[in-house]
């Protein structure tokens, strides 16, 4: 079963706009990482987070987790056509050292 | 440097054949993955080593599946007597050492898409 869920599972947006997208997992995590991929191809790391951490920015990117609530957002301000591609996060829990993937978020920017 | 690098990048095969597919981590890379995705699905997990340590295969569906690693870098995934259900694109990563609680990114290669016909 999938630790890790994105939602929305689609969103379409116009070059400009911000783009917000969120997981949410089930069991406690020491971190959390969201990647990209484009073209069903391989994944790119966009960053990590820590579960003592509460917010990372990185460019564009701005990335916050909530404990409490088991969820994690991502948003990319200021989107860009070649933003355009699938989101996942990934989790990992204690004792595990395979990240657990999500079934992504397929995010089209219209130029 | 080079990044993970797999071949073939496309793969058709008939049902019953056997395929091997290859996974070339980044040097000095002691984690290597193995991740299958079928379209518009998330990564399903399939293998994993860590240096010298005995792989946890725990993600393999059946036993028409395995992968072995030599010398610590260039893995090959085996899948045999292949299923149509076996068509995905097969994505391996490597990572530093991945500690209990250290985690390191992960880099992927291009994957290589598995058709079975």
């Known amino acids: 079963s999938q630790q890790g869920e994105e939602d929305p599972q689609a969103l379409s947006i116009q070059e400009g706009e911000n783009a917000t997208m969120n997981c949410s997992y089930k069991?406690?995590?020491?971190?959390l990482q969201w990647y990209r991929q484009n073209s069903g191809r391989g994944l790119v790391h966009l960053i990590l987070i820590r579960s003592n951490e509460r917010e990372k920015h990185s460019g564009r990117l701005r990335v916050t987790l909530d404990t409490s609530k088991k969820s994690s957002s991502l948003l990319i301000t200021a989107s860009r056509a070649a933003d355009t591609a699938s989101y996942f996060c990934a989790t990992r829990t204690g004792g595990s050292y395979i990240p657990t993937f999500g079934r992504g978020t397929s995010l089209i920017v219209h130029p | 440097g080079a990044g993970v690098s797999q071949s073939p990048s496309n793969k058709v095969t008939e049902k019953g054949k056997d395929v091997e597919l290859r996974c070339d981590p980044i040097?000095?890379?002691?984690?290597l993955y193995w991740y299958r995705q079928s379209l518009g699905q998330g990564l399903e997990f399939l293998i994993y080593?860590?240096?010298?340590?005995?792989?946890?295969k725990s993600g393999l569906p059946s036993d028409r599946f395995s992968a072995e690693r030599t010398g610590g870098s260039v893995s090959t995934l085996t899948i045999q007597r292949t299923q149509q259900e076996d068509s995905a694109v097969y994505l391996c990563?490597?990572?530093?050492?991945?500690?209990?609680?250290?985690?390191?990114?992960?880099?992927f290669g291009p994957g290589t898409r598995l058709t079975v016909t």
């Open positions: 080593f860590q240096g010298n340590s005995a792989p946890d």
């Open positions: 040097s000095g890379h002691t984690a």
């Open positions: 990563a490597s990572s530093l050492i991945a500690g209990e609680w250290v985690t390191y990114e992960q880099y």
């Open positions: 069991t406690s995590i020491n971190n």
